[in-house]
Every structure is written in C-alpha cells, then in structure tokens.
C-alpha cells in the first residue's frame, strides 16, 4: 500500500503555513543568489512554509554540468513576503 500525504509517516509536529491560493503574484524579488545544492534546500524550505518561489539558473544544454558562474541559482519569492522568507534563510543560517 501506498503512503499518501496524509499518512502517518509524515514528520509530526512540522506543519507548513496555510497560505491564500489564487492570489496573483505581480512583483517577483530576489532574495539570494546560491549554488546547488544549496537551491534545493532554500526552495524546499520556502515552499514548506507556503512561500512561492521562483528558481531561475542558467542552464547549457551543451554542457553535462555547471560549475562556477554558470552554476548560480537566483532565488525569488512575491514582494509580499520578502521579509518573512529573509528572516525564514537568517534563522536556517544561524543554526549552522
């Protein structure tokens, strides 16, 4: 039997921010430029918490794998929610 979303075998106690679907988005910001795997990470955790994200990186089909400047992922959220997914990556990266 498959697990769904709703199963027990989801971490307890982790619930993610209720958030108004629907809302258009009109202004996108850049809140931080990184690296994979970094991305993965950030975009995960924004999306946890209800944040929209955007993941812009600069991708060559040519090559199998980016390193250096071509490896910069930008992340974006809505300009709503600017502050709150800024103090959301300061209290990940104080925890390091």
Do not use: C
């Amino acid at each position: 039997m498959m697990d769904t979303p709703d199963s027990d075998s989801h971490d307890q106690g982790l619930e993610p921010l209720p958030r108004q679907s629907g809302k258009q988005i009109k202004s996108w910001i850049t809140i931080s430029k990184v690296y994979p795997p970094d991305d993965i990470v950030i975009e995960s955790m924004l999306k946890f918490y209800g944040i929209p994200v955007r993941i812009s990186r600069r991708e060559i089909p040519q090559l199998p794998f980016s390193t250096g400047p071509l490896a910069e992922v930008i992340i974006a959220v809505p300009e709503e929610m600017v502050e709150e997914a800024r103090d959301l990556l300061e209290s990940e990266n104080a925890g390091k």
